[in-house]
């Protein structure tokens, strides 16, 4: 496995063609994307997570886990430390448990170039949840939420104000927002702030605002005539602590229930596998272009740009001219 996700990162032929024939054997997994602020406390939720789906059920009713932890790269030397393992050392050992470290390599939006391609591994492998952690540089990391089926946005208290949480932009794509290091001071302020954001970015909250039921029955699907959307969901943890991962988790499977009742699943799948084909295409077409042109008239063109001859954008017309 290991071998094949080095494969799949180096984006080499023997990778692709694996992800040729692995493809039809996908489509099982949950995937979970994990995102938010440094310092939220990213890597101790998912290490807490994931236990708490090995330690669930027993002998083969166990879920296999696979955990993708996605490290900046440095724009300088290029290098990641690759580190998020040091905090899921509770996890060595577990053979249902596969942690694999990518480096982001520029990539923006908080994944890597690979991560999708890596999903489609583990997915093929067996593994029946994917916890996917991003980056987390702070309100731009929404990549997450064209891969993952349930996004989780990590806060903690003291990272800025209420109006720091409303302009938040990374907060609009959480299914369930967690605020972690519960335990410090601050805490309620941080609740009282995300549900004043979600009550004026999400109005069917107010149409539907019994939290305890997120969705709808099946048996009231059938006669409204609009299905209702999903109401965000806030839960605390202390991940450390161990504290609020069963309440989590009981979250995630209500979510998961609402997107296979109501659909959602198989409209964020094509979704998913549109953005793919999008994002692939892209770098196709650019690599094919990049081979086409005449590498004296693109350095004429660019020479021009530099100089400031031309517009970059009339040196983009050139060049596609040909």
């Given at each position: 496995m ?10 080499t ?13 996908t489509?099982r997994a ?5 995102t ?17 789906y ?5 002998g083969?009713?166990?879920?296999k886990?696979a ?9 300088f030397?290029?290098?990641?430390i ?5 905090r899921m050392?509770?996890?060595a050992?577990?053979?249902?448990v596969?942690?694999?470290s990518m480096a982001a390599?520029?990539?923006l939006?908080?994944?890597?170039a690979a991560t999708?391609?890596?999903?489609q ?12 952690e991003t ?8 990549d ?5 089926h349930t996004?989780?946005v990590?806060e903690a208290?003291?990272?800025g104000?209420d ?8 907060l609009e794509i959480a ?6 290091k519960?335990?410090q001071p601050g ?13 004026l970015a ?6 539907f605002p019994e939290a305890?039921?997120p969705f ?12 209702p959307l999903?109401m965000?969901?806030?839960r605390r ?6 504290l609020?991962?069963?309440e989590?988790a009981?979250a995630?499977?209500?979510?998961r229930?609402?997107l ?8 964020r ?6 953005s793919?084909?999008?994002t692939l295409?892209?770098?196709a077409?650019?690599?094919r ?7 004296e008239?693109?350095?004429?063109v660019?020479?021009a ?9 009339e ?8």
């Amino acid at each position: 496995m290991a071998r094949l996700l080095t494969q799949i990162e180096n984006d080499t032929p023997s990778g692709r063609a694996a992800l040729a024939e692995l493809f039809r054997h996908t489509g099982r997994a949950h995937l979970i994307g994990v995102t938010g602020a440094p310092g939220t406390g990213k890597s101790s939720l998912v290490n807490q997570l994931a236990r708490f789906y090995r330690q669930t059920g027993s002998g083969a009713a166990r879920p296999k886990v696979a955990i993708i932890a996605v490290d900046p790269s440095s724009p300088f030397s290029g290098g990641a430390i690759l580190g998020d393992r040091v905090r899921m050392r509770d996890l060595a050992g577990d053979a249902g448990v596969f942690i694999r470290s990518m480096a982001a390599r520029g990539s923006l939006g908080g994944l890597s170039a690979a991560t999708a391609g890596a999903v489609q591994a583990f997915d093929a492998a067996g593994y029946e949840m994917i916890l996917i952690e991003t980056v987390g540089a702070g309100q731009a990391e929404v990549d997450i939420a064209r891969l993952a089926h349930t996004t989780l946005v990590i806060e903690a208290p003291g990272l800025g104000d209420d109006i720091q949480a409303i302009k938040a932009g990374i907060l609009e794509i959480a299914d369930i927002l967690v605020i972690n290091k519960a335990d410090q001071p601050g805490a309620d302020n941080t609740e009282r702030a995300l549900r004043n954001m979600l009550e004026l970015a999400h109005p069917v909250g107010r149409a539907f605002p019994e939290a305890s039921r997120p969705f709808a029955s099946p048996g009231q699907m059938e006669t409204a005539p609009n299905i209702p959307l999903w109401m965000p969901l806030i839960r605390r943890t202390v991940a450390i602590q161990s504290l609020g991962i069963a309440e989590l988790a009981e979250a995630i499977a209500a979510h998961r229930q609402y997107l296979q009742e109501s659909g959602e699943w198989q409209r964020r799948e094509r979704q998913r596998l549109s953005s793919d084909l999008e994002t692939l295409l892209h770098e196709a077409l650019i690599a094919r272009w990049r081979a086409a042109v005449d590498e004296e008239y693109y350095r004429s063109v660019a020479n021009a740009l530099l100089t400031r001859q031309i517009s970059p954008h009339e040196a983009v017309a050139r060049l596609l001219r040909g």
